[in-house]
Nanobody, 117 residues
Framework: VQLQASGGGLVQAGGSLRLSCVAS????????IGWFRQVPGKAREAVAC???????YYDDSVKGRFTISSDHAKNMLYLQMNSLKPEDTAVYYC????????????WGHGTQVTVSS
């Protein structure tokens, strides 16, 4: 089982980025999947998540700016990030958890997002 995130980069404040995550060895039909981010010295935080039924969760700090989506046929997870702010700068990770448990157990390598002011 593997998750691989991509799409990070350097962008100016107000700009947009789209993160992608490809999953292998699991079916999105059985998992909840999400995006998390972490900055040095701080705990990893959930940004946006989507369950197998398509219900979504967004952290208050990204509501209205970020959109999570998934393509079950392709086992792809996306995070469209608009109106980026310097405080969005972080390493972003995609993760998955079996729908039967509440803890994310499968993590991909992160992708760096840097927003300049």
């Amino acid at each position: 089982v593997q998750l691989q995130a991509s799409g990070g980069g350097l962008v100016q404040a107000g700009g947009s980025l789209r993160l992608s995550c490809v999953a292998s060895g699991l079916s999105f039909d059985d998992y909840a999947i999400g995006w998390f981010r972490q900055v040095p010295g701080k705990a990893r935080e959930a940004v946006a998540c989507i369950d197998k039924e398509g219900s979504t969760y967004y952290d208050d700090s990204v509501k209205g700016r970020f959109t999570i989506s998934s393509d079950h046929a392709k086992n792809m997870l996306y995070l469209q990030m608009n109106s980026l702010k310097p405080e969005d700068t972080a390493v972003y990770y995609c993760a998955a958890r079996p729908s039967s448990i509440n803890r994310y157990t499968i993590w991909g390598h992160g992708t760096q997002v840097t927003v300049s002011s």
